[in-house]
């Protein structure tokens, strides 16, 4: 919790805090306190001798005088008003007043009552962090003084007195001093002290942070396997639909399977967890507390097996562009060449080479034209489409794959809006039209081109009425380089997904289906 969550109920004067109002209220309790009982001793002792003749009435009256005013300094400490050094130097100079008024009412008690102005003047250094003490210092040895020249002058004391009292007004500045020291130095503490916690109050935002945000997911673990912390990621991994309490809840309630390998781990060993969620590899790292607590971090599988082959992409996606240049050049004059042999020729078996040689030319061709592609997969500008536009692009590629108008079925909404980029998307239809005219029985109503919205999203469907395909080939539809197709690349579909995903949608294969389907997904546009 930080201190802007608490909200402060009254002003703060400039330069003291909270802590500063709490010491200056113990201090007016500790002046009500010594109110009341100067109040109880001026009621026990008023016939006694221990006043002045007549004076009993008087040291009530400055007692209740000082009860009174200490009462109405809670009000001012509650409202925070006035100031605060300004509410503690009324107080500091009421005490030395009153007191002084009191020390006049009897000889007895001059010198004792002399001494509580010691504490006012301790207590107002501390509370104040040691400023104006030596002024208070200063006004209550000029009180004494001005009180003990007074009562020479009346007669109730000798000057040989001066001595003590100048001993009590040293004490006076002496008590200041050392309080004005003491202060100090609890100030730098007190400064130390914040300036640590504020250090570990960040330390403690940066470590929720990354935790919060790291892509392994952590479990603290007492020894009686009592969780003491889940982060987000771990609940995620874990597949856990429950509320995990700190303290509380048991990590047999997480994860029986969990719970019982992972008692038997020995600190750095590592096992191996599969979760509805995820394929895990989890490590367990002791804390070397008396508890016995451990971390158990869970880390994703699939997401090391994603990184390993975005690296292993990315080397090859550039690889293959620079071949895919040097290639390129040689290639059109070698397809050239083909096509002059072609024309000049007459004999069948010559023709046939040439043909051959032009076949694979286009083929080579096509292989460098997905590559480039591939490489260029990030440079988007998407446009809106309707159903008018996709049934045109639709019509557009049927017609280059010399597909026959009936073996086509279209069914979209007519409020069918999104945006996508309209080369990209051209890749994405014509890969997967082509495959599954490849794979239909080239029969009327042989593919279907269906588009769904539910909700804000559009769902686009290519189904072919073809055998479908095994289950051991479906994991490895997107993966580049694999094909099924003696004359295919491997990459049609690779680069679909590709492109799908630098569009912000998702191409999948849909089992189930009694050929094959395919799905793009994308947001809907209004």
């Not at 001798?49 to 009435?57: H, P, V």
């Not at 390129?328 to 080479?353: C, F, K, M, V, W």
Request: aromatic letters at 6%; glycine letters at 8%; charged letters at 20%.
């Amino acid at each position: 919790m930080n201190a802007a969550a608490t909200p402060t109920l009254r002003p703060i004067s400039p330069g003291y805090f909270a802590s500063h109002w709490r010491s200056l209220d113990y201090f007016n309790l500790y002046r009500l306190t010594l109110a009341v009982a100067l109040v109880f001793t001026g009621i026990l002792f008023s016939t006694s001798d221990l006043f002045r003749e007549g004076a009993s009435e008087r040291f009530q009256g400055y007692a209740y005088a000082y009860l009174v005013i200490a009462a109405l300094f809670v009000l001012g400490i509650r409202a925070r008003w006035p100031g605060f050094q300004i509410q503690l130097t009324t107080h500091i100079t009421a005490d030395i007043v009153l007191i002084m008024l009191m020390m006049s009412t009897s000889t007895q008690l001059a010198g004792g009552m002399g001494l509580l102005l010691a504490i006012s003047i301790a207590s107002g250094g501390l509370v104040g962090s040691g400023r104006l003490t030596l002024l208070y210092a200063a006004m209550a040895s000029i009180a004494v003084l001005l009180q003990h020249g007074f009562s020479i002058l009346g007669g109730s004391e000798v000057t040989d007195s001066f001595f003590q009292v100048g001993l009590l007004c040293a004490g006076y500045f002496a008590i200041g001093l050392l309080a004005h020291a003491l202060t100090l130095r609890a100030l730098r503490s007190e400064r130390l002290a914040q300036q640590q916690a504020d250090e570990l109050a960040l330390l403690n935002r940066i470590n929720t942070l990354a935790i919060e945000n790291s892509p392994d997911g952590l479990l603290a673990v007492r020894g009686d396997s009592v969780v003491r912390h889940a982060s987000p990621r771990a609940v995620t991994l874990l597949g856990i639909t429950t509320e995990v309490t700190p303290g509380s809840t048991r990590l047999e309630d997480l994860s029986p399977e969990l719970a019982r390998r992972s008692q038997q781990m020995r600190p750095g060993a590592t096992l191996t967890l599969n979760t509805a969620a995820a394929q895990l590899r989890v490590r367990c790292i002791p804390l070397e507390t008396p508890d016995n607590s451990r971390v158990l971090v869970l880390e994703d599988q699939s997401q090391a097996a994603q990184a390993a082959q975005r690296l292993k992409l990315a080397a090859l996606g550039r690889l293959t562009a620079n071949i895919a240049h040097e290639i390129r050049n040689p290639l059109s004059a070698i397809s050239h060449a083909a096509q002059l042999l072609g024309e000049e020729s007459h004999d069948a078996t010559q023709t046939r080479l040439t043909g051959i040689i032009e076949n694979n030319a286009r083929r080579l061709d096509r292989l460098v034209e997905e590559v480039l592609t591939l490489n260029r997969r990030d440079r988007l500008n998407p446009v809106s489409f309707d159903a008018a536009t996709l049934h045109m692009l639709i019509d557009e590629l049927r017609q280059t794959e010399e597909i026959p108008a009936d073996a086509v079925i279209v069914s979209m909404p007519d409020t069918l809006h999104f945006q996508f980029d309209p080369d990209h998307l051209r890749q994405i239809v014509w890969n997967l039209l082509r495959n599954a005219w490849r794979y239909s029985r080239k029969q009327a109503g042989s593919l279907r081109f269906s588009a769904q919205t539910p909700g804000d999203s559009v769902q686009l469907d290519i189904e072919d009425d073809g055998p479908g395909l095994p289950p051991e080939h479906q994991g490895k539809l997107f993966e580049p380089f694999f094909t099924t197709d003696a004359q295919g690349t491997g990459l049609g579909l690779f680069l679909a997904r590709e492109l799908a995903e630098a569009n912000h949608a998702t191409l999948a294969y849909v089992p189930g289906a009694s050929g094959a389907r395919f799905r793009l997904s994308l947001r809907g546009s209004e």
